[in-house]
């Protein structure tokens, strides 16, 4: 408990204990749950994770004092303030609304980086003084009480459909992740990927994979992913005689599929289903094919280095064997198939299963990975659990918040619907020319955001394009997550290489070069999933599912056969990307 410290178990508990407390406290009214979400993020970012010198730690605790106040302000009087309809009155309101914006940006700013709260201030001098702006792209004057007002004390702001998510669906998600971290669920799915994957040849390599995907659904968070499984797979990776550059590549491919895995998705699979206003069950069965390619473009790059490299398989005496497998698989295998059953079986929301998967998780942590009970180990771990959920939690609040405000200037000023049109003329009405600029705007996006934050932007403004263009809704947003979550491998801003990079002591270039080798075939799956429509549509067509897999699998393998060529044959890599093109493009399903 000292290691951890008092106020963050303090901050962790409360935070828990209120997201978990509303999957079972029925409705309450939204501008005090969304209030009280950010006023549970601000402490983990201005007072627990206050970093830099003396001024800039007591402006943290003075902004992280006074957003808290104003959020006690808008709970206190939710009732009066519902009633005044998006306006604003008097100079206290006035204030409190500036307050709780620039706290918002603050928080963004020091909880991930500054690009976000830059692009959410432009916007917000675009609504202010749009009306400034002359020809295609001004709008109409918004008066400063509505214009804040609207952003404030209703939901099309700070307290929108995307805050909501991120209180009764994400929160409950990521909480259920962090104590799922907290007990052996992570030593199980390595034993288990390396015992499955460690005899076969580059069985390191195959490892990252193999755990990064099974990592990815607990966590969805490239990051994390990268950081955790790549402290075990990147070391032994280089023991084995792999170049570090590789070894890291290996690690930054695999990690970026566990955005793409799901149930977790990175938070972005809630978020996609609140703006289709679909279920989340199908959301995540659409995305599984697309989930299953991403990992089978990892592992046949991998193949074809070994082949290139001669890498071997991991020794025997380096498996962990079977037994430990089978103790430690059921602390990550048994919430997990809970959480499935109740999605997939039951009428329960997303929310009630979690919470259903976190009790019992809860009750496996009282045994240690060798699968003794310990009480000791277990309130250790549980307390680790609940600062892990709250550290979490406020990092995904402080994203979403911050995005709500951006979403809330399109819609008030139309600039979404002017972009649009820009898109379409840009594009000359051509679908995959709109395709191309979108994709670019995604990954470019992506380089500087977080993926969801890169997704609800992009989204935003291109998808209602693509829409127009004839593309489905749920391919538009698809294709748009897609290209935001493949900026983690794309250089010149790729976080996951640096910290792969790190990991295994060498320069970051060489990584991200071997990076794009690897995982040159993920560039074209979202093109495939458009050109052969029935790969995201699982639930209502199995079988055309699994025909559009194998096609587009064998597609992006030959384009990933033609980017490594374990062979250097001087005609194979054109006759490779060739036939690869043309099985994906040619004659969809």
């Not at 009428?347 to 998780?361: L, W």
């Not at 935003?460 to 493949?486: C, Q, R, T």
């Not at 320069?507 to 979202?526: C, D, E, K, T």
Request: proline residues 6%; hydrophobic residues 60%.
């Amino acid at each position: 408990m000292r290691a951890l410290g008092v106020l963050p178990l303090l901050f962790g508990a409360a935070s828990v204990g209120f997201h978990l407390y509303l999957v079972f406290a029925g409705l309450w009214p939204h501008l005090v749950t969304r209030p009280l979400h950010l006023m549970l993020a601000i402490p983990w970012v201005f007072f627990l994770g206050a970093e830099g010198g003396r001024l800039s730690r007591w402006s943290g605790y003075a902004l992280g004092v006074l957003g808290l106040a104003s959020g006690a302000y808008i709970i206190a009087y939710h009732r009066p303030l519902a009633d005044q309809y998006g306006s604003l009155e008097g100079w206290l309101q006035i204030t409190v609304a500036i307050l709780l914006i620039v706290t918002v940006l603050e928080m963004a700013r020091r909880a991930i980086k500054a690009v976000l709260p830059a692009v959410a201030a432009v916007v917000l001098l675009y609504g202010a003084f749009g009306h400034l702006v002359p020809g295609h792209f001004g709008h109409g004057e918004l008066p400063a009480g509505y214009f804040l007002g609207t952003l404030v004390i209703t939901e099309g702001g700070l307290w929108s459909t995307l805050t909501g998510v991120s209180v009764g669906v994400i929160a409950p998600f990521i909480i259920l992740g962090a104590f799922i971290s907290a007990g052996a669920a992570g030593t199980g799915f390595m034993a288990l990927a390396q015992q499955v994957a460690g005899r076969f040849r580059a069985g390191a390599a195959k490892v990252a994979v193999l755990s990064s995907a099974m990592y990815g659904t607990i966590s969805g968070v490239a990051a994390a992913n990268t950081a955790s499984t790549g402290m075990v797979t990147i070391p032994a990776m280089k023991r084995l005689g792999y170049p570090p550059s590789l070894a890291a590549a290996v690690e930054v491919v695999a990690s970026t599929g566990g955005q793409i895995m799901p149930p977790l998705m990175g938070a972005t699979v809630f978020v996609m289903a609140e703006l289709l206003h679909r279920p989340y069950l199908e959301i995540m069965g659409a995305a599984t094919p697309p989930a299953v390619l991403f990992f089978l473009t990892a592992w046949w790059g991998v193949h074809q280095f070994a082949i290139r490299l001669n890498l071997r398989p991991m020794g025997t005496a380096d498996l962990p064997g079977w037994g430990l497998v089978a103790r430690t698989v059921p602390f990550f295998l048994v919430p997990f198939t809970i959480l499935i059953v109740f999605l997939a079986f039951t009428r329960f929301t997303p929310a009630y299963a979690a919470a259903v998967a976190i009790v019992v998780t809860v009750l496996m942590l009282i045994a240690d990975p060798d699968g003794r009970v310990s009480l000791s180990g277990w309130l250790s771990r549980i307390l680790t659990g609940i600062v892990g959920a709250g550290r979490q939690v406020a990092n995904i609040a402080a994203i979403i918040v911050c995005a709500s405000l951006i979403v809330g200037v399109f819609n008030m000023t139309g600039i979404g619907v002017k972009i649009t049109s820009l898109i379409l003329s840009a594009s000359g009405g051509d679908l995959w020319l709109a395709l191309l600029l979108t994709g670019l705007a995604s990954l470019v996006l992506g380089m500087e955001l977080p993926t969801t934050a890169a997704y609800i932007i992009a989204v935003a403004v291109a998808g209602p394009a693509l829409v127009e263009l004839g593309l489905p809704e749920l391919y538009a947003h698809m294709f748009v997550f897609w290209y935001a979550l493949l900026c983690t491998i794309t250089p010149p801003v790729c976080g996951n290489v640096f910290i792969a990079a790190g990991i295994a002591q060498t320069p970051w270039i060489p990584v991200s070069l071997r990076a794009m080798q690897l995982g040159i075939g993920l560039f074209i799956v979202p093109l495939g999933f458009v050109s052969n429509p029935s790969l995201l549509a699982l639930s209502e067509a199995p079988i055309l599912t699994l025909l559009a897999t194998a096609k587009v699998g064998l597609g992006v393998w030959l384009i990933s056969f033609a980017a490594i060529d374990p062979f250097r044959r001087w005609w194979s890599r054109p006759v490779a990307m060739v036939l690869g093109a043309a099985v994906i493009f040619l004659g969809g399903v």
